[in-house]
């Protein structure tokens, strides 16, 4: 091979080894204990997504909380639970032609918000973290990430709280800038 040739093959390489990870399997004694289903899925829980939406569910999730990253060693148990993939729930949405909306919200019920932060100081009203990310789909690449506190809905209020007197008035509060897990790093 031609030394002109040796350095982009390298690069090539190394991005293809970096790109990919192994995919965990089960043991094949676990995987023949389960059956599948005849011809259908079940109903119940049943969720379609095309193509796009889910590649682009993955290109940010990846981005988001990439596989390798880890919890800081001093982290607390409510700290190490935002560094896991599962604590979040993931809502997507077409955009403009091209585009898909990706939005992480950490769930209340896997991952406990922890009362001091999850407040608004001046009012005292319960704030939930978005993280929404904008995926051109046909460039797969991600356009913008945005991510802000707003207020919580009524149906998103964190087990045990007790609505205090701006939320029975309505009051509600202004977008602040917070980072994910792995920005705040950056």
Same mark, same amino acid.
């Given at each position: 091979m031609k030394r002109k040739m040796l350095l982009p093959f390298c690069l090539v390489l190394c991005a293809c080894a970096t790109a990919s990870r192994p995919v965990p399997h089960a043991p094949p004694e676990e995987a023949a204990q389960f059956q599948f289903p005849r011809f259908q899925l079940p109903d119940e829980g049943l969720k379609h997504l095309d193509g796009n939406m889910a590649a682009a569910i993955q290109l940010a999730m990846d981005d988001f909380l990439p596989w390798d990253v880890? &919890?800081?060693?001093? @982290?607390?148990?409510?700290?190490?639970? =935002?560094?896991?993939?599962? $604590?979040?729930?993931?809502?997507? @949405?077409?955009? $403009?032609?091209?585009?898909?909306?990706?939005?992480?919200?950490?769930?209340?019920?896997?991952?406990?918000?922890?009362?001091? $932060? $999850? =407040?608004? &100081?001046?009012?005292?009203?319960?704030?939930?973290? =978005?993280?929404?990310?904008?995926?051109?789909?046909?460039? =797969?690449?991600?356009?913008?990430?945005?991510?802000?506190?707003?207020?919580?809905?009524?149906?998103e209020m964190p087990p045990g709280h007790v609505p205090t007197g701006s939320e029975a008035s309505g009051t509600t509060g202004q977008a602040h800038e917070l980072l994910s897990p792995t920005r705040q790093a950056e």
């Open positions: 880890r &919890p800081p060693r001093e @982290a607390t148990p409510g700290d190490a639970c =935002m560094f896991q993939r599962e $604590s979040y729930d993931v809502t997507a @949405a077409p955009a $403009s032609e091209g585009v898909v909306l990706v939005r992480f919200i950490l769930n209340d019920d896997t991952c406990p918000p922890d009362p001091a $932060s $999850s =407040m608004r &100081p001046d009012t005292g009203v319960p704030l939930i973290e =978005m993280t929404t990310y904008a995926v051109d789909v046909r460039t =797969m690449r991600i356009l913008t990430v945005g991510t802000h506190l707003r207020p919580r809905k009524k149906d």
